[in-house]
T-cell receptor, first 114, second 113 residues
Framework: GAVVSQHPSWVICKSGTSVKIECRSLDFQATTMFWYRQFPKQSLMLMAT?????????EQGVEKDKFLINHASLTLSTLTVTSAHPEDSSFYIC??????????FGPGTRLTVL | AQSVTQLDSQVPVFEEAPVELRCNYSSSVSVYLFWYVQYPNQGLQLLLKYLSGSTLVKGINGFEAEFNKSQTSFHLRKPSVHISDTAEYFCAVSEGNTGKLIFGQGTTLQVKP
C-alpha cells in the first residue's frame, strides 16, 4: 500500500513554455502533499505544502506565481512550472502525508528546459 | 528551527563490511526521525523511522538506527553491506504536526566488491 505516482517521469520543453506535473496517491487519500526540488548531488528542498481544498503554503524564496500548485482532490496535486527557463531544470519529487507524520514519495519527474 | 546534519558526504566500504552513516539533528521540541534511501533517478524509499518507544529501530534491508536524545543523534547502521546497498541515504526530521520534513545533505554509500 501507500503508493504515490508522478506523471510524467521526464519532460523536455522549450524555454518560455509551461509544464504540469501530476502527483497521485493511488491507494489512500492524502489531504496534504508536498513538493520538493532536487538538484544533482544535492538534498531535497521543500518547495511547498499542498492542502486539499485550500491554497498551498510556499517556503521562503519560492515564487508562488511561477510554481502553481493545485490540490483539487484527496488523491491529486499538480505542480505547474510557468514560463519555464533553463534554471528551472531539476528533479521534482512529490510526497503524500500518511499517518504519524510519515511521507510517501513519488518516483520523481525530471524536467529539462532547453 | 530544526536542522539535520549528515556528517559524511561519502562513505566507501567493502562488501560484507559493517557501515555506520551518521546523522545529528537540532530541535527544541520532540521529533520524529526518518532515514530514506534514494537510488539514481528515483524517489525516496523509507528505511526506518523513530516516532517513540524503543530507541533502537529496525528497518528494511537489514538496516537499524539508534535514537540518542542526549547526543541528538540518529545514526544508521548495517552489520554487513551488499553491492546493492550503493545509493544515497537521507536523514530527516519531521516538524511537529505539519508533517514537513527537514532533510540532511545526504550521504553517498559506495559499496565496493
Amino acid at each position: 500500500g501507500a503508493v504515490v505516482s508522478q506523471h510524467p517521469s521526464w519532460v523536455i520543453c522549450k524555454s518560455g513554455t509551461s509544464v504540469k506535473i501530476e502527483c497521485r496517491s493511488l491507494d489512500f487519500q492524502a489531504t496534504t502533499m508536498f513538493w520538493y526540488r532536487q538538484f544533482p548531488k544535492q538534498s531535497l528542498m521543500l518547495m511547498a505544502t499542498s492542502n486539499e481544498g485550500s491554497k498551498a503554503t510556499y517556503e521562503q524564496g519560492v515564487e508562488k506565481d511561477k510554481f502553481l500548485i493545485n490540490h483539487a482532490s484527496l488523491t491529486l496535486s499538480t505542480l505547474t512550472v510557468t514560463s519555464a527557463h533553463p534554471e528551472d531544470s531539476s528533479f521534482y519529487i512529490c510526497s503524500a502525508k500518511g499517518g504519524l507524520n510519515e511521507q510517501f514519495f513519488g518516483p520523481g519527474t525530471r524536467l529539462t528546459v532547453l | 528551527a530544526q536542522s539535520v546534519t549528515q556528517l559524511d558526504s561519502q562513505v566507501p566500504v567493502f562488501e560484507e563490511a559493517p557501515v555506520e552513516l551518521r546523522c545529528n539533528y537540532s530541535s527544541s521540541v520532540s521529533v520524529y526521525l526518518f532515514w530514506y534511501v534514494q537510488y539514481p533517478n528515483q524517489g525516496l524509499q523509507l528505511l526506518l523511522k523513530y516516532l517513540s518507544g524503543s530507541t533502537l529501530v529496525k528497518g528494511i534491508n537489514g538496516f537499524e538506527a539508534e535514537f540518542n536524545k542526549s547526543q541528538t543523534s540518529f545514526h544508521l547502521r548495517k552489520p554487513s553491506v551488499h553491492i546493492s546497498d550503493t545509493a544515497e541515504y537521507f536523514c530527516a526530521v519531521s516538524e511537529g504536526n505539519t508533517g514537513k520534513l527537514i532533510f540532511g545533505q545526504g550521504t553517498t554509500l559506495q559499496v565496493k566488491p
